[in-house]
């Protein structure tokens, strides 16, 4: 059984379900507009717990989402493939660095880290945490790691102050070097974690 059609594409904007009373949901939409997955975060675990699925009626589960730990500060979050059972691989939050400037680790499934994920600018990054959370969080993704990285993605808040929403880019990745299932749990994660705080 191979990959889904969702994690084929090279462009996706992920939006904030308006008016979700509790927990978190997302829509993802490919870049025709056409839903290619819709994300629920559960509400009320004391552990981060988000599906993804093929759509909103949520008759497929495509991946699983879960975080180890309780606190999240540098929490570490499995992603598994929920057809196959495959484990896709982990997203590491850098604690300390993310005070200042989010930083993620991109590990494999055997958790070797083969790429980062970084918020764009330090004094972008300090301005949205001291004075005001109106300039947009952008985010690129470097990969692969054993050759010190190369733009592969980006990850882009699109400016609305009441829609949390971003646009996920991985057209600098012609090759797929990225797994796009890690790529678009990763867009995910951050709308549910960082967007959370905004």
Same mark, same amino acid.
């Given at each position: 059984m191979g990959i889904h059609g969702t994690f084929v594409g090279t462009r996706y904007v992920v939006r904030r379900k308006v008016l979700k009373l509790a927990g978190g949901a997302f829509h993802v939409w490919d870049a025709q507009g056409a839903l290619a997955a819709f994300s629920e975060q559960k509400a009320f675990k004391l552990k981060e717990d988000i599906r993804?699925?093929?759509d909103e009626a949520k008759t497929r589960e495509l991946l699983c989402i879960q975080a180890r730990q309780v606190i999240d500060f540098s929490a570490s979050y499995d992603i598994t493939d929920s057809t196959s059972g495959e484990k896709v691989g982990v997203m590491r939050r850098r604690g300390g660095r993310s005070l200042l400037r989010?930083?993620?680790? !991109?590990?494999? #499934?055997?958790?070797?880290?083969?790429?980062?994920?970084?918020?764009d600018s330090m004094a972008l990054a300090l301005v949205r945490r001291l004075l005001t959370n109106l300039v947009p969080q952008k985010y690129d993704i470097f990969f692969p790691e054993a050759t010190g990285g190369q733009k592969v993605g980006s990850i882009d808040q699109a400016f609305n102050p009441f829609v949390y929403k971003v646009d996920v880019d991985f057209s !600098?990745?012609? #090759?797929?070097?990225?797994?796009?299932?890690?790529g678009i749990a990763a867009a995910i994660l951050l709308a549910a974690i960082e967007g959370r705080q905004n």
């Open positions: 993804v699925y093929a989010d930083e993620w680790e !991109m590990l494999d #499934a055997s958790e070797n880290k083969i790429g980062t994920l970084i918020e !600098m990745d012609p #090759a797929g070097q990225l797994d796009r299932r890690l």
